[in-house]
């Protein structure tokens, strides 16, 4: 497994709460190898943020996480905050969905750039750390970086801001980046130009991405491969382009079916597609199929935990459709 960057087996994430504990990750895997992008997909409150942070060692102190196996790089490695924290910063970098609480309003971003990499490279001088900055802030694309340095992050726009954002996580030269919806506050124009950098920076330094979003589309545009999620758990995972042309989970069917097509002819008169019903209570999930409340397919065996499935176009499932 030498070309394989990340490996988790079984992780499971909870919150312990007063008298009682929330279920938040039920036993996923992980796998991504190096210089491969994975996305993580599913509507709000899927877990997918959570299993970010988890790799980042940023859960609230209460959290309960376990895993069968964790590893990083070729060496095992535990997921409590303090085992992670030494990857966080040198070996995993993120991009944060809402940049303009990721960065410190008090301080000028030169300042933040280089001091983000103190850490990554402590023998440098300062001098020699606001070059790297100034330079990685003319590659994704800030004009005049040079003053943009001595700006502070209110004088930039949204999507100027997400371009230092994204700097900061280069500027530390991760193994790992995590991109958790990386284009949520931008507009259409703005978020076509943060994702073709962000494919530019990827062909560039050969690093891994863990891409989390609710758009199937992003995934499409960004990643090699797709995990679905739905309500802490996976319920379908493969090649992009299987799972995006042959989706067989139900759950996936109509997270793809709420997709707009901008190129499509649209009937005003039609509703939007949506998904009936809620994501499931952490504290008080269903024994079965988690999805089978809101699934239009289901019947009597889905009161059991499906397992897993392959299906005959490549990718994996949990389902007892026997069409899946």
């Known amino acids: 497994?030498?070309?394989?960057?990340?490996?988790?087996?079984?992780?499971?994430?909870?919150?312990?709460?007063?008298?009682h504990s929330a279920h938040i990750i039920d036993g996923i895997d992980i796998t991504i190898g190096r210089g491969q992008s994975v996305g993580l997909v599913g509507e709000s409150g899927s877990g997918k943020s959570t299993v970010a942070f988890t790799l980042l060692g940023l859960l609230a102190d209460n959290a309960e996480i376990s895993a069968n196996r964790a590893a990083f790089d070729g060496?095992?490695?535990?997921?409590?905050?303090?085992?992670?924290?030494?990857?966080?910063?040198?070996d995993i970098a993120m991009v944060f969905q809402d940049p303009m609480t990721a960065l410190n309003p008090m301080f000028t971003i030169g300042t933040q750039?280089?001091?983000?990499?103190?850490?990554?490279?402590?023998?440098?001088?300062?001098r020699t750390l606001w070059a790297r900055a100034e330079a990685v802030l003319s590659d994704v694309g800030l004009q005049d970086a040079a003053q943009r340095m001595h700006r502070?992050?209110?004088?930039?726009?949204?999507?100027?801001?997400?371009?230092?954002?994204?700097?900061?996580a280069l500027l530390v030269e991760p193994k790992l980046l995590i991109a958790d919806e990386p284009t949520t506050a931008l507009d259409a124009t703005v978020e076509a130009q943060v994702v073709e950098m962000l494919h530019r920076l990827r062909q560039r330094t050969v690093a891994s991405m863990l891409v989390v979003s609710h758009s199937m589309g992003l995934i499409a545009e960004l990643c090699?491969?797709?995990?679905?999620?739905?309500?802490?758990?996976?319920?379908?995972?493969?090649k992009v382009a299987d799972v995006l042309h042959h989706p067989h989970h139900p759950y996936t069917r109509a997270l793809l079916n709420c997709e707009i097509d901008p190129?499509?002819?649209?009937?005003?008169?039609?509703?939007?597609?949506t998904i009936p019903g809620t994501v499931?209570?952490?504290?008080?999930?269903?024994?079965?199929?988690?999805?089978?409340?809101?699934?239009?397919?289901?019947?009597?065996?889905?009161?059991?935990?499906?397992?897993?499935?392959q299906a005959k176009t490549g990718?994996?499932?949990?389902?007892?459709?026997?069409?899946?």
């Open 113 to 126: 750039l280089v001091d983000i990499q103190r850490r990554r490279f402590p023998k440098e001088s300062r």
């Open 315 to 324: 990718q994996s499932l949990f389902c007892w459709l026997e069409a899946a």
């Open 152 to 168: 502070y992050p209110h004088e930039f726009s949204g999507g100027m801001r997400q371009r230092v954002v994204i700097a900061m």
């Open 280 to 309: 499931p209570d952490p504290a008080d999930r269903p024994q079965g199929c988690i999805f089978a409340e809101r699934c239009p397919s289901r019947h009597d065996r889905c009161t059991e935990k499906p397992p897993r499935r």
């Open 224 to 238: 090699d491969s797709v995990i679905v999620m739905y309500a802490g758990t996976v319920v379908e995972s493969g």
């Open 75 to 90: 060496r095992e490695t535990g997921l409590t905050s303090g085992e992670t924290a030494r990857l966080r910063g040198t």
């Open 263 to 273: 190129y499509a002819s649209f009937d005003r008169r039609q509703n939007l597609a």
């Open 1 to 19: 497994m030498t070309d394989v960057l990340l490996h988790i087996e079984n992780l499971n994430v909870s919150y312990r709460g007063a008298g």
